[in-house]
T-cell receptor, first 108, second 113 residues
Framework: GNSVTQMEGPVTLSEEAFLTINCTYTATGYPSLFWYVQYPGEGLQLLLKATKADDKGSNKGFEATYRKETTSFHLEKGSVQVSDSAVYFCAPPRQLTFGSGTQLTVLP | GAGVSQTPSNKVTEKGKYVELRCDPISGHTALYWYRQSLGQGPEFLIY????????DSGLPNDRFFAVRPEGSVSTLKIQRTERGDSAVYLC???????????FGPGTRLTVL
């Protein structure tokens, strides 16, 4: 069936480090792809999305490009902050199984 | 505009009791999802509605769990004969259509003593 595979965590970085969280998908492709974030003690919220192939989603300094040639939607940020510490989930539409996500901890 | 709301925010009940959890989706959203989340885990799918009908209920763990969405808007998750293992945060999400991003509610924390 259709699915995405996300890099397992946890990931620990120092402030201002570069972040990549890998996400690849199977199947023939999706109309759109999403990254969700869950900050400590809060619910999930959409971080960014891409609505077609080669589209780049961006928000809060995070970026992800929907690449059909590599079937990937990796999340990147050039300089992470302590406030970025959260769990990140990569998902296609109608995602029913989120997995455990990738826990990011940014140290000051 | 208003987001997804869930009531109650917290529910403490005793083993064996019946509980109802309510979800008010964003107005106009046709798709509605229920998940539960335990500490340190991602959301675990329970059931997905498209309109009034349950399009996929494969995540319901057993027949003690049931959900309805009679008018295609508000949904209620019902749990009979609660067990301590049912303790979790129950999340509701809605989306405009089945291909759109999901908007999550704040969750209901259920504690079964």
């Amino acid at each position: 069936g259709n699915s995405v595979t996300q890099m397992e965590g946890p990931v620990t970085l120092s402030e201002e480090a570069f972040l990549t969280i890998n996400c690849t998908y199977t199947a023939t492709g999706y109309p759109s792809l999403f990254w969700y974030v869950q900050y400590p003690g809060e619910g999930l919220q959409l971080l960014l999305k891409a609505t077609k192939a080669d589209d780049k989603g961006s928000n809060k300094g995070f970026e992800a490009t929907y690449r059909k040639e590599t079937t990937s939607f990796h999340l990147e940020k050039g300089s992470v902050q302590v406030s970025d510490s959260a769990v990140y989930f990569c998902a296609p539409p109608r995602q029913l199984t989120f997995g455990s996500g990738t826990q990011l901890t940014v140290l000051p | 505009g208003a987001g997804v709301s869930q009531t109650p925010s917290n529910k403490v009940t005793e083993k064996g009791k019946y509980v109802e959890l309510r979800c008010d989706p964003i107005s106009g959203h046709t798709a509605l999802y229920w998940y539960r989340q335990s500490l340190g885990q991602g959301p675990e799918f329970l059931i997905y509605f498209q309109g009034t009908g349950a399009a996929d209920d494969s995540g319901l763990p057993n027949d003690r769990f049931f959900a309805v969405r009679p008018e295609g808007s508000v949904s209620t998750l019902k749990i009979q004969r609660t067990e301590r293992g049912d303790s979790a945060v129950y999340l509701c999400a809605s989306s405009l259509g089945q291909l759109d991003e999901q908007f999550f509610g704040p969750g209901t924390r259920l504690t079964v003593l």
